[in-house]
């Protein structure tokens, strides 16, 4: 049974530039949602998809964005990036009836690296 | 808005021994579940434990239990007879029961688990 798969693993952008990222939920969830850790903090909520719509959003600007596909696998994009926007991006999923349990199964994330 | 702070950045263990994780944690609401995460360094997120607000009791994982005082909003995680794979950093992690999947994380707590 495959977990949260998350690729590419390591990358690197300039300033600028734009970057989409990717997730494949664990067997079974329809729910996705990606957080960013920045180096030594702990990660920060950017937002939720569900049956392709973004159910709920943290404090992240508009720059951030995101996708859901009919398949459950979830794209974040991002746009314009800055230095600040280098981090460790993280997927997580879990079965949106079970919402409730609380339970998160993460990827090994993204990190991203903007020069 | 809820916030969670671990005071401890890194704590230092005699393998066999126990070591006991805080976190204290801010909300005015009264349904909701905390967690405790462990990254270690392959950065995949992994529950360690999880606590729902209503319940008196304790929860308890292996050699994993916490101290869950609702009145302090404190939730403190002990690990008896550490082991070397017990090394890694630690997140306590907060969710209201009313906000999907948006877990609040403090900024980690580093385990060093000397042999």
């Known amino acids: 049974d495959a977990g949260v798969t998350q690729s590419p693993t390591h990358l690197i952008k300039t300033r600028g530039q734009q970057v989409t990222l990717r997730c494949s939920p664990k067997s079974g969830h329809d729910t996705v949602s990606w957080y960013q850790q920045a180096l030594g903090q702990g990660p920060q909520f950017i937002f939720q998809y569900y049956e392709e719509e973004e159910r709920q959003r943290g404090n992240f600007p508009d720059r951030f964005s995101g996708h859901q596909f009919p398949n459950y696998s979830s794209e974040l994009n991002v746009n314009a990036l800055l230095l600040g926007d280098s981090a460790l991006y993280l997927c997580a999923s879990s079965l949106w009836t079970a919402v409730d349990s609380g339970e998160l199964f993460f990827g090994e994330g993204s990190r991203l690296t903007v020069l | 808005a809820q916030t969670v702070t671990q005071s401890q950045p890194e704590m230092s263990v005699q393998e066999a021994e126990t070591v006991t994780l805080s976190c204290t944690y801010d909300t005015s609401e009264s349904d909701y579940y905390l967690f405790w995460y462990k990254q270690p360094p392959s950065r995949q997120m992994i529950l360690v434990i999880r606590?729902?607000?209503?319940?008196?009791q304790n929860a308890t994982e292996n050699r994993f239990s916490v101290n869950f005082q609702k009145a302090a909003k404190s939730f403190s995680l002990k690990i008896s007879d550490s082991q070397l794979g017990d090394a890694a950093m630690y997140f306590c992690a907060y969710r209201s029961k009313a906000a999907g999947n948006k877990l609040t994380f403090g900024g980690g707590t580093r385990v060093l688990v000397k042999p």
């Open positions: 606590q729902e607000a209503y319940k008196q």
